[in-house]
């Protein structure tokens, strides 16, 4: 999900997944320090921790940046390891008070879009799935938390609509996710790795998902997108575009009817339509 030829000169990953299973592990913690310790090598004039986590905190600490800014602190140990930069105002975007953030480092100002990779050997494995020529809408069945998760059935009912406007429609989802297994879809739920999931939303005319990370690479990429939110705020978390409609009726996703969702997505395609005729 990062740029590494134009906007990231060194990447470091780390085994977030094993440090989480094992984490109260002394081995784990010594492992942690260990590495978050070696970070010192590259002499950071800046570090920014914008998820404010323990975590985070004890990583942006231990980093050496000469200059440490955190963008929020969710506990009171994260609070007293860096500078915390304030209090984000409650209807606030994040990708605009992270922006704030970033300028208390200096003279940063958020571009007309962000730099996303585009690895031509992942769009030569979504071509094999679908019909060049022919425009694509795909759906993430996806939710980080189930309370976010809109109803498989609903997307079905979007996909006949979708289907029937003439569109090849494709579903995304993660290893952990049901199929759809629906007559006339593409179903890619659970096949493809991170990078080819980027992939097919960029070769996507229209993107349809829940509150979860697919509708933020829409956004980013200038896919027009459909987002159905459920408990979170999208004031704060909405994909960051003004490409986009994001559907809410109280905290639960089911409220959305499917019929509202398909009135969006027609709306955003007049909306695309129009401005390429101009």
């Known amino acids: ?4 030829t134009d906007l990231a000169t ?31 090598r590259l002499k950071f004039d800046i570090g920014i921790d914008l998820q404010g986590h323990s975590k985070t905190a004890i990583c942006l600490r231990l980093s050496g940046a000469k200059r440490r800014i955190a963008a929020k ?24 008070w992270n922006q704030q953030v970033l300028s208390a480092a200096g003279d940063f100002r958020l571009p007309d879009a962000p730099i996303m990779p585009r690895r031509q050997d992942a769009f030569e494995a979504i071509r094999r799935h679908i019909v060049e020529g022919k425009r694509l809408a ?19 009912v979007v996909a006949e609509a ?30 493809l790795p991170l990078s080819e999931t980027l992939a097919a939303v960029q070769c996507s005319h229209l993107h349809l998902a829940g509150d979860t ?13 459909v987002s159905v939110f459920g408990p979170t705020d999208p004031a704060v ?33 007049r909306r695309e339509d129009a401005a390429v005729s101009d």
């Open 73 to 96: 602190a969710t506990d009171a140990f994260a609070a007293k390891l860096n500078p915390v930069f304030g209090q984000r105002p409650a209807e606030m975007h994040v990708v605009e």
């Open 138 to 156: 795909t759906i993430s069945v996806s939710a980080g938390q189930p309370d976010k998760a809109y109803l498989a059935e609903n997307w079905r």
């Open 237 to 269: 978390f909405r994909p960051y575009t003004d490409n986009g409609i994001v559907l809410r009726d109280g905290r639960e996703t089911s409220l959305v009817a499917p019929e509202r969702v398909i009135r969006a997505a027609h709306e955003l395609v």
């Open 162 to 191: 979708l289907l029937a406007d003439g569109y090849q429609v494709a579903y995304l989802g993660g290893p952990t996710d049901s199929p759809m297994n629906q007559e006339g879809t593409i179903d890619l739920v659970g096949k």
């Open 1 to 4: 999900m990062i740029d590494r």
């Open 10 to 40: 060194q990447v470091w990953e780390l085994p977030r997944d094993r440090w989480k299973r094992a984490r109260w592990s002394p081995k784990t913690w010594a492992e942690q320090v260990s590495a978050y310790g070696r970070l010192r």
């Open 213 to 225: 990370g697919t509708g933020h690479m829409a956004a980013a990429c200038g896919v027009p997108v």
